[in-house]
């Protein structure tokens, strides 16, 4: 089991990312959260086998139809347990 904390920025919000990571997640056995942040990124909490949370990693890498993804930050955290997948607000 390992956590990883992504921040994505470009043109990530309005355009169905939190969504597109979301079904990513559940569609890969992964757990945790997405949210938009006030600075106009998108921060994600995976937590999952390894080679799960690598494939959504991959997908915050491109995104949905609309998205521009410009930089992605992958940041190593120690595994809290989490279970289901939410988007929460801001």
Known sequence: MIRRRVVISGRVQGVYFRDTVRRAALAAGVSGWVRNNRDGTVEAVLEGEPEAVDRVVAVCR?????????????????????????????
């Open 62 to 90: 491109t995104g949905p139809p609309g998205a521009r993804v410009d930089h992605v930050a992958v940041s190593e955290e120690s595994p809290e347990g989490l279970r289901g997948f939410t988007i929460r607000s801001t």
